[in-house]
């Protein structure tokens, strides 16, 4: 199994930014169609953006135009770069494949937007 490791949250005010890292193990990464999900409390975990092994990227309306997800597959790893953060971006962001069986869950990068 793969297993990730996400990183990069914090505290960030209305209108900033955040850059999210997961390095993901193993030697077959490169075959995944891979994305970045985030549930919120008292949410159900949602698939934001995704990235297919050729790059091509699909986001959710609400986020789409602000964040943008992307892939260096020589180090095993996923970015979301997340731009013009809104409060209602709070929540865990996780990674983890796009489509087909989903890894274990790794414990996720807290983003909190608020002034």
């Known amino acids: 199994q793969v297993q990730f490791v996400e990183s990069g949250g914090g505290l960030v005010q209305p209108g900033g930014s955040l850059r999210l890292s997961c390095a993901a193990s193993?030697?077959?990464?490169?075959?995944?169609?891979m994305g970045w999900y985030r549930q919120a409390p008292g949410k159900q975990r949602e698939l934001v953006a995704r990235?297919?092994?050729?790059?091509?990227?699909l986001y959710v309306d609400s986020v789409k135009g602000r964040f943008t997800i992307s892939r260096d597959n020589a180090k095993n790893m996923v970015y979301l770069q997340m731009d013009s953060v809104k409060p209602e971006d709070t929540a865990v962001y996780y990674c983890?494949?796009?489509?087909?069986?989903?890894?274990?869950w790794g414990q996720g990068t807290q983003v909190t937007v608020s002034s």
């Open positions: 983890n494949r796009a489509a087909g069986t989903i890894h274990p």
């Open positions: 990235i297919s092994t050729s790059g091509v990227t």
């Open positions: 193993g030697s077959i990464f490169s075959l995944y169609a």
